[in-house]
Each structure stands twice: as C-alpha cells, then as structure tokens.
C-alpha cells in the first residue's frame, strides 16, 4: 500500500459536524471531541501543543466522524510536511554563514534535533488523541 505525504492527502472533505456511533443512536460533535482533547492533553509541552493543534484542525476539516475512520498514516502525514517547510526556513540560517564555529555549528544541530524529536513526540501524540477519540465514540 502506497501512502502519500503530500498535504493534499488530508485536504477537500467534510462539513458535518456529529460523529455517530451505527450501533447506537448517540452522536458526538466535533465541539465536544475537540473540548475532550483541551481537557485530556492539556500538557505544557511543544509537542503536546502541536499534537492537539493538528486533531482539533483535522476534526473542524473533516468533521470527527470522517477523521477517526481516517488511517493514522493520513494525519501523520501533515507533520512530514511540516518538518519539510521548518526545515526549509532553519536550513539555510546556518548554510548561509561565512564561517563556522565548530561549537556554534554543534549547538545549531542539536537545536534542529530537538525540534525534530518534539514533531516526532507530537505525531506520537496525535496518534494518541486519535485512538482515545475513537474509543470514546466507540463507548457512545
């Protein structure tokens, strides 16, 4: 199975705005989705911040219902693109140097690192959000 990491992949769908659960006649709104991930990952970390920022866009694009039925690999994608575009404007800050101080270059890496593991560390999250949503539709 090809999976795409273009943007496009998670763009131009829903406008609804309950999640039913086909076994039950409850619904879940995108509000009330949204309201449990603010109560459930209300962490003070980047990538916790980065995490719900993502769900809660992707429940207001798709409506809830079409984004738990939605493959993880479909959300994720959107932090692959995000890496790319930070990437693309961090890069170059210290490309473009006229000369490099071996400890200045050190902290600059390890700088980007970091902010690739908190994009890692909020895809973990996201994937998360998704399967506790899932659940709790589930439960409905």
């Given at each position: 199975m090809e999976v795409s990491t273009s943007p496009q992949t998670l763009?131009?769908?829903?406008?609804?705005?309950?999640?039913t659960n086909p076994s039950s006649s409850k619904?879940?709104?995108?509000?009330?989705?949204?309201?449990f991930i603010q109560h459930e990952y209300d962490f003070d970390a980047k990538?916790?911040?980065l995490a719900r920022?993502?769900?809660?866009?992707?429940?207001?694009e798709f409506d809830v219902q079409e984004w738990i039925n939605m493959p993880i690999s479909a959300g994720l994608a959107e932090f692959v693109e995000h890496c790319r575009q930070a990437n693309e404007m961090v890069i170059p800050q210290?490309?473009?140097r006229k000369s490099y101080n071996s400890?200045?270059?050190?902290?600059a890496l390890q700088d980007i690192t970091h902010k690739m593991e908190e994009v890692m560390l909020a895809m973990q999250v996201y994937a998360d959000i998704q399967e506790k949503i899932r659940e709790k539709f589930a439960e409905t």
């Open positions: 763009r131009s769908r829903g406008s609804g705005t309950h999640m619904t879940m709104t995108n509000e009330q989705a949204i309201k990538s916790v911040a920022m993502f769900a809660m866009e992707d429940i207001i210290y490309t473009d400890i200045d270059m050190e902290a």
